[in-house]
Every structure is written in structure tokens, then in C-alpha cells.
Nanobody, 126 residues
Framework: QVQLVESGGGLVQAGGSLRLACAAS????????MGWFRQAPGKEREFVAA????????NYGDSVKDRFIISRDNVKKTVYLQMNSLKPEDTAFYYC???????????????????WGQGTQVTVSA
């Protein structure tokens, strides 16, 4: 059974940092593009970041560009999201996702991803 389990969410002040982790099991982690999405109340789920199989390529949403960093550890089967200079508008439920892409495209649409974690709440106070 494929499982993606997020951790690291919490409450931080604006300007602070937080590091999310997503531990994967039940899949050939090395062969999956991994991504992060987020969804705030009343808003659509939006793309945050994605990383290629070996971690050599990344893609970021415009709203987090230059502030967030996605990385992966294929030995630990874990993908991370380092969030810096956090803003209140970053407040959302963050989801980890896995894409068994054969095209190796770092997709930004949620429909492309095959597996999803349960999410973790990130709250940034003003």
C-alpha cells in the first residue's frame, strides 16, 4: 500500500521558517516525481513545488519562488520543503504528492499526480 505521510507543520510567525517532510512507502520512490501543493480555506489547491527523480531539476509556483526550497533523499524515501520568509498568505494545508511520470515532466496540475498524503497544517501569524 502506498503511503505518503507529511510532518513538520505548525504555527510560526511571519518572517520565520519551517521545514516540512514527506515520508513515502510502498512505491519505488526513485521513479516518482514528487510535489507539494497547498490549499487555503475558500481557495483552490495550488501548486507549490516539484522535484525530479534524482533531484536535479525543480519547479516552483510563482507565489513561493525564491522563498521555498524542495529537496529529496532517495535513500530515506523522503521529500522536503524548506519554507523561508513565511508570510500570512502562506497559511494553508500542505499536501505531498507523487507522480509516476514516464515523461519526467514536473507537472503543476494536481490531476497528474497519482498519490497524495493526508496533509499538514501550516499557519503563519501576522
Amino acid at each position: 500500500q502506498v503511503q505518503l505521510v507529511e510532518s513538520g507543520g505548525g504555527l510560526v510567525q511571519a518572517g520565520g521558517s519551517l521545514r516540512l517532510a514527506c515520508a513515502a512507502s510502498g512505491l519505488n520512490f526513485r521513479a516518482y516525481v514528487m510535489g507539494w501543493f497547498r490549499q487555503a480555506p475558500g481557495k483552490e489547491r495550488e501548486f507549490v513545488a516539484a522535484i525530479s527523480w534524482s533531484g536535479g531539476s525543480t519547479n516552483y509556483g510563482d507565489s513561493v519562488k525564491d522563498r521555498f526550497i524542495i529537496s529529496r533523499d532517495n535513500v530515506k524515501k523522503t521529500v522536503y520543503l524548506q519554507m523561508n520568509s513565511l508570510k500570512p498568505e502562506d497559511t494553508a494545508f500542505y499536501y505531498c504528492a507523487a507522480d509516476r511520470s514516464t515523461s519526467r515532466i514536473l507537472a503543476t496540475d494536481r490531476e497528474t499526480y497519482d498519490y497524495w498524503g493526508q496533509g499538514t497544517q501550516v499557519t503563519v501569524s501576522a
